[in-house]
């Protein structure tokens, strides 16, 4: 596999994928002027070889340079432009339990020896960050609080 890769670029893809495909408009052929809807075989190929953000990324623990756990991977936000930009990583708390969700700059992760790594971070510093909150959307319930 491909787990060489920066999670960045992985995050990157990820996310311009899941972009493009909030873009499509519809799955019917429409006329003389359709367009072919999916992946090609040879585009399977590279889909299953990639990482799949449900398996490889999400709840998945994170880790400092010294290999303490430091946290873990909550979210991902893709950003108004479609760009993957942010990590959510909860850290503290105990069984979900008073948990500080902070946002981290997908770039500041790496993958190495199959676990995500932030390197320099420590739970201190990480829970002295401002805590990360949902905007909230007109007429829209905000997830409910982990604490």
């Known amino acids: 596999m491909y787990k060489e890769n920066s999670l960045k670029k992985v995050l990157s893809a990820i996310g311009v994928a899941a972009a493009l495909s909030l873009g499509a408009t519809s799955a019917y052929a429409q006329g003389p002027r359709s367009r072919t809807v ?16 449900k398996k ?8 400092n340079d010294n290999n303490e756990k430091i946290g873990s991977v909550d979210d991902l936000i893709i950003s108004p432009t479609k760009s993957l930009s942010y990590a959510i990583i909860g ?16 770039n500041h992760i790496k993958e190495q020896d199959n676990k ?20 909230k959307k007109e ?5 409910a609080s982990r604490q």
Do not use: C, N
């Open 116 to 135: 995500l790594v932030l390197r320099g971070a420590t739970k201190e510093a990480l829970k002295a960050l401002p805590e990360f909150q949902y905007a």
């Open 91 to 106: 850290v503290g708390g105990f069984l979900g339990i008073g948990t500080h969700d902070i946002a981290i700059p997908v």
């Open 38 to 53: 999916g992946v090609s075989k040879d585009e399977q190929k590279v889909v299953a070889t990639g990482w799949s953000v």
């Open 139 to 143: 007429g829209e319930t905000p997830p």
């Open 56 to 63: 490889d990324i999400m709840d998945k623990a994170v880790y």
